[in-house]
Structures are given as structure tokens and as C-alpha cells.
């Protein structure tokens, strides 16, 4: 059998493993040299950078005991993949194992092709990969299982790859990579435009991209069916993409569904009267090169290849989709609006797109064509975000108000919009130029202010700044002392551990159905996928008392202090303040016992920065005494975070009042002057 491969580290990889700042690691370099245990010397120079055996790197750590990390020896080789040149030949292979669920190590190349042309039978995602790679096939093999054994699971081990290939690689996947919060809007948008039209068939149109869907994915969880197209296949007939961008998205898709009985992966464009929800990115992966008539003549096509009941969403530089064009490309984007399938165009806050920190980014809400529904009277949603902090509260406001502008005229004329007005699409046509020059950014438009409620739009207003101005000043003392440590850190332990000691009891989500939940303020309130991911602090649906009684009677409600948490791809997790609430499946909640010694809020951190199977995830804990001060601490730093909150919450409803009423001319608003009471 061949010896397994060396594995190589940067010195930013170090510190990864070690968990430490990077200068800390040229500290320990340089201090170390004349001592009896120096920091391993440099086995290779690729590109001007150092690079370092992993396992040298590893007993080093653990010799000298350096670093935050005591598993460093068993996480390193999980942090050297994006330095081996086989960059593809390692994705296929992990594809390949998280598909046959089984090691590779010690199995010959002609043995580990029989396996690829089994579960890849016409060479759609890895089979070209794993002959290409020939004799090398051996190593390759040892070296995947090193990477999985260290991130415990191939899905983990396979997005660090992908995420450590925009730090290290100037490829097409990092010119065009999105931030984490750009992904996360996309695909709550989608599944919310999905549920408003039907479709369970989502197709990423994105040249050889897979972020979109990757995102959709840990959304959808593990209870949603859905089928996902990896192909920009309605696209594919006019432009030559990346080939090899488009296999690596396929086998991103396979391995992130591997164990997903919910998610079916198709590499054919679907076709039917099925309603499909497409997402796509522009320019994309296979293609970052595309030039702006590219990325427009694409976009239109996309637009074309829609059936009826389809819908998309498309991610594109705001330049392009809302702002002011040359003639040509004006005349081109025109085109595409007359097709009436344009609901919705926003700009977004800058820094969404990594590479390009800012270039702006807008999106587009296409739907089904409004034929039937003379052009005078067609109306577009427009919006400019460009101002705001685009955080999980104005994320979930903006999905509502995209979801709306897939409705009929009537249900867009009864939608509270928070962000966006709506525009007639002839106005758009026959001005140009920018898109939304018109839009406003806060509070309704005046022209649908009904001016007979003037008496209770003062009210409202009046009410609302007397309850800002009469509310305690917020003290600027929390009470808090700090002091030296006593230099004893936390220690680390496995959840699986604590479970085992019964330090933590895991309650089970509930199966409730759609029916049973209601947005009316009664009832008990319910622990969602999306309330988790945004900690809680968007709008939660209840639960009547009774139906949990009658139709859940082993259903258990949380208590105050309980972590509520959401395993997958991209864990999240918070603490649950108030108690008294139904944890929805797939989410579950942990009890922690009075003598657990672990701290809620740290618990919580620590599950969300997880990854691989759940019971193995490492949470800290802390010494009796350490661990009860800390919760008395952040309990009076959130007491303050919350008062704030509520504050600013009530300054902006003031804002919005005053805004509306002065608009409308039912208010007339003053300053007063110094000196006057």
C-alpha cells in the first residue's frame, strides 16, 4: 500500500488549526529557533509561500502545547487540502466516498473506477476526474480519508475545500463568490416565491454555480421535498461554460443531498407543466469573464425559457439590472421588461459580492406573464436597499415584499410594503435610466396614505413619541466589574459527552402541520428553521393551547434558558429567553442541567460554529463558579441590548409616523426651540 501523501500547511493554516491569530504563529516561529523544540522548517515554496508538513506541524502543537485547539493533531489534515495541486481529483473522490459511504484507503485505482463508473454511469460529475488521475488514485484515496476523518463527515470536509478554494485560488468560484448573507436572502426568497406558486422543482440557471442551491438546501432542511437542477440548462444552448466548473457544482450538489432522503439532484433540465422556481447568478462560475450584453442577452434568455407558472430570481451587478445603461444596453434590458414578467427590482447593500466588496448588486423577480393584463396597468415593485443593513429582520421584510410582488394588482395594492413602492412598468419603460431613482426607502408611499385617517394618523403619532420620551434613559452602567483571570480556560467537551452524562437533555421538535399555525398574537409561540437562524428576533407563528393538547400531547414546551437548535450543513442555534414555547421539527431543544456548567449564550455560539454529525460538535465548558458569573453577566449585557433594541424600535416607529403624517398633511411637526419646555 503507498505511503499516505504529505500534507502541506501554510502558516495561516497553522494558525487555523491552532486556533490563533496568523502573527502568532511567526511569533512562536521565530522565539522557538534557538530553543530545543523549533517550529518545523518550511518543506516547499509554491508561489512565493512557505508551506509546512501537517503532521510535523501537529506533533509540534502538541509537544509544546501551543495553540487553543487540543484536537490540532486530528483537525490539521482538514485544513491542508486547498494547498494540494489535486484540488479536482479530491473533490471527485469525496464525492465518491460520501456516495458509496465507505473508506477508500486500500483499495487499487482499477477497484475505485468500477465504484466511479457504478454510481456515475455516464461520466455526468467524476468519473473523467478519477481516470484522469490514474496511479495517483491510491494516495489521493488516503489523503480523502485523512480530510474526512478530520472535518467527521464528508459534507463538512468538502465545503471547507470549496471554501479554503476562494482563499487560495484565483478561479472562476472565487471571482464570483457571494457573501453568506447575499446566499441566505436568495434562497429564503426562493422557497417564499416557491410556496406562493407551487413549485418544487428549484433550478439553479447560474453557469456552473451551486452556492444558490447550497444555500436552498440547508433552508429547505430535512423534511421539505424538493428536486434541484444543477445545470444552467436554459442557458446552455447559446454559450460554452466551464465544463469543468459545471461538473465540480454537480458533485457539490451530490454530496450536500448524499443523505437527504427529502432532495432529488437531476443533471437534465426539467420540462413540464410543473411550476420550477429558478435561481441564477450573473456572471457565474463557469463564465466570471461574461461581459455586461452577456450577462443581459442571458438574463433575457432566462427570462424566455420561463413556462407559465414559473418563477426566478436573478442575482445580477446593479449597474446592469436597475441602474442607467448606454443606449444599447438600455434598448437590451428594454426588451426584457416587455416581456411582463418583470414584478420586483431591488438594489442591495453593498459588500455582497466577496470579490468585488463595491461592486453594487440588485436582483429581479420574474413571474408569470401579465398578458392578460393591459400594459397601463401593469405595476413593478421597486426598492433601493443600498442604505440599509441588509440583518435577518430586514432580510425577512424584504422576502415579504418580494413574495408580494408575485401576486395580483389587488394583492399588491393590500400588501404593507416596508421597503418598496410600487411603480407602473410603463412609466419604467418610457423614462430609462435608473430603475429605482423613484423608489422610497422608508414608509409607505403618499399616494396610499388615506387622508380621511388624518384624527388617528396624529394619535398614533402623538401616542408613540409620548412613549419614546417618557421611557427611563438607558444607564450607562450595567454593573460590571473586571478583574485579572485566573489564566484556568475553559475545557472542551463533546456534546455526544455531555448527553451521555446527562448534563444535557435533548427535547425533540414537534410535527406540526401548516394548517395548525397562525400569525395571530395568541396561542404559544413556535420555534421555526428561520426564527432559529435569525436568533429569534423576526416574527414568530403560535400554536392554539389546545390543538398542541389535543393533537401533540407529547409534545414538550421549552423552559427559559433552553438552546434551540438546528442541525445541517450550516447549524444554527439560540438561546430560548422566555420559555413556553413548541419547538417545530427539525429544530429540538436542550435542557441544561443546574449542574451542567455550561453557559447558554457560549453553548449556543459554540453549536452555530459547528460541524459534522452533531453528537461529536465541542462546546465549552466552565468551572462551577466561572460559569454561573458568566450567566449573570451576559444576562445584564442582554437586559442593556434589549432595552436599547426596544428604544430604537420606537424611535423608528416615531420616524415612520411623523414621515407619513407630515406626507400626507395630517401632521404638522415642529422643533422646539432651547429653552422651551
Not at 324 to 332: A, G, K, N, T
Not at 536 to 563: C, Q, W, Y
Not at 617 to 632: D, L, Q, Y
Request: include cysteine; proline fraction near 6%; glycine fraction near 6%.
Amino acid at each position: 500500500m503507498a505511503a499516505a501523501p504529505t500534507l502541506l500547511l501554510s502558516l495561516s493554516d497553522v494558525a487555523r488549526v491552532a486556533r490563533v491569530q496568523r502573527p502568532v504563529v511567526s511569533m512562536w516561529r521565530s522565539r522557538s529557533r534557538a530553543s530545543t523544540s523549533p517550529f518545523p522548517a518550511a518543506v516547499e515554496r509554491r508561489r512565493g509561500q512557505e508551506l509546512f508538513a501537517a503532521d510535523a506541524v501537529a506533533r509540534w502543537l502538541s509537544d509544546t502545547g501551543r495553540g487553543n485547539n487540543p484536537t490540532a493533531a486530528q483537525d490539521a489534515a482538514g485544513f491542508s487540502a486547498a494547498l494540494s495541486p489535486s484540488f479536482t481529483e479530491l473533490t471527485a473522490l469525496l464525492t465518491l466516498r460520501s456516495l458509496v459511504d465507505e473508506p477508500l484507503t486500500g483499495w487499487e485505482p482499477a477497484d475505485i473506477l468500477d465504484m466511479a463508473d457504478e454510481v456515475d454511469p455516464d461520466d455526468e460529475f467524476l468519473y473523467s476526474e478519477l481516470e484522469a488521475a490514474g496511479d495517483q488514485l491510491t494516495e489521493l484515496s488516503t489523503a480523502v480519508d485523512q480530510i474526512v476523518e478530520a472535518s467527521f463527515a464528508p459534507v463538512a470536509a468538502f465545503e471547507r475545500l470549496m471554501t479554503d478554494r476562494f482563499r487560495t485560488g484565483a478561479d472562476g468560484f472565487a471571482r464570483t463568490a457571494m457573501a453568506p448573507a447575499l446566499a441566505e436572502l436568495a434562497a429564503l426568497t426562493s422557497v417564499a416565491m416557491a410556496d406562493s406558486t407551487g413549485a418544487t422543482n428549484f433550478v439553479e440557471a447560474t453557469p456552473g454555480g451551486s452556492d444558490l442551491l447550497a444555500a436552498l438546501i440547508d433552508v429547505l432542511g430535512e423534511t421539505a421535498d424538493a428536486v434541484l437542477d444543477t445545470d444552467a440548462a436554459p442557458l446552455a444552448g447559446t454559450r460554452e461554460w466551464d465544463g469543468a466548473a459545471v461538473r465540480l457544482s454537480r458533485r457539490r450538489l451530490r454530496v450536500l443531498t448524499a443523505h437527504n432522503d427529502n432532495l432529488r439532484t437531476t443533471a437534465q433540465h426539467s420540462e413540464g407543466t410543473a411550476p420550477r422556481m429558478l435561481l441564477a447568478q450573473f456572471p457565474g462560475p463557469a463564465a466570471p469573464d461574461m461581459t455586461e450584453a452577456d450577462i443581459l442577452s442571458a438574463v433575457d434568455e432566462l427570462a424566455l425559457s420561463l413556462n407559465g407558472p414559473d418563477a426566478a430570481l436573478v442575482i445580477a451587478p446593479a449597474t446592469l439590472l436597475v441602474g442607467s445603461l448606454p443606449r444599447d444596453l438600455e434598448s437590451q434590458r428594454s426588451q426584457t421588461l416587455r416581456m411582463g414578467r418583470l414584478r420586483a427590482a431591488v438594489r442591495l447593500p453593498s459588500g455582497l459580492a466577496l470579490a468585488k466588496a463595491r461592486q453594487p448588486i440588485a436582483a429581479w423577480v420574474l413571474g408569470a406573464e401579465q398578458g392578460q393584463v393591459p400594459i397601463a396597468e401593469r405595476r413593478t415593485m421597486i426598492a433601493d436597499l443600498s442604505a440599509h443593513r441588509l440583518g435577518p429582520a430586514e432580510r425577512q421584510d424584504l422576502v415579504s415584499d418580494l413574495v408580494a410582488s408575485l401576486g395580483t394588482l389587488r394583492d399588491v395594492r393590500g400588501h404593507a410594503f416596508r421597503f418598496a413602492r410600487v411603480a407602473p412598468t410603463s412609466s419604467l419603460l418610457a423614462e430609462g435610466g435608473s430603475l429605482t431613482d423613484g423608489a422610497i426607502r422608508r414608509g409607505p408611499p403618499v399616494a396610499d396614505l388615506d387622508r380621511q385617517r388624518a384624527a388617528d394618523i396624529l394619535v398614533q403619532a402623538e401616542a408613540s413619541l409620548h412613549a419614546f420620551q417618557s421611557a427611563p434613559a438607558i444607564q450607562s452602567d450595567v454593573g460590571i466589574t473586571l478583574a485579572p483571570g485566573s489564566e484556568t480556560p475553559a475545557s472542551w467537551i463533546t456534546l455526544g459527552e455531555l448527553l451521555d452524562a446527562g448534563a444535557v437533555t435533548v427535547l425533540p421538535g414537534t410535527r406540526l402541520g401548516e394548517d395548525e399555525l397562525r400569525t395571530s398574537p395568541d396561542g404559544l409561540p413556535v420555534w421555526q428553521p428561520d426564527t432559529v437562524r435569525c436568533g429569534g428576533r423576526s416574527p414568530r407563528a403560535r400554536i392554539s393551547l389546545m390543538d398542541v393538547a389535543s393533537s401533540h400531547p407529547s409534545a414538550r414546551l421549552t423552559e427559559p434558558g433552553d438552546v434551540v437548535l438546528l442541525t445541517g450543513s450550516r447549524p444554527a442555534a439560540c438561546v430560548d429567553e422566555e420559555g413556553a414555547a413548541v419547538v417545530r421539527f427539525p429544530v429540538r431543544a436542550l435542557r441544561l442541567a443546574p449542574d451542567s456548567c455550561l453557559v447558554p449564550t457560549v453553548l449556543a455560539q459554540d453549536l452555530a460554529a459547528a460541524s459534522g454529525p452533531w453528537r461529536k460538535w465541542r462546546v465549552r465548558r466552565f468551572e462551577p463558579r466561572t460559569g454561573a458569573e458568566m450567566s449573570a453577566v451576559l444576562a445584564r449585557l442582554d437586559a442593556a441590548r434589549r432595552e436599547l433594541t426596544s428604544r430604537l424600535s420606537q424611535l423608528d416607529d416615531v420616524t415612520t409616523l411623523i414621515v407619513s403624517g407630515v406626507t400626507s398633511g395630517a401632521v404638522h411637526a415642529t422643533p422646539l426651540t432651547e429653552g422651551t419646555d
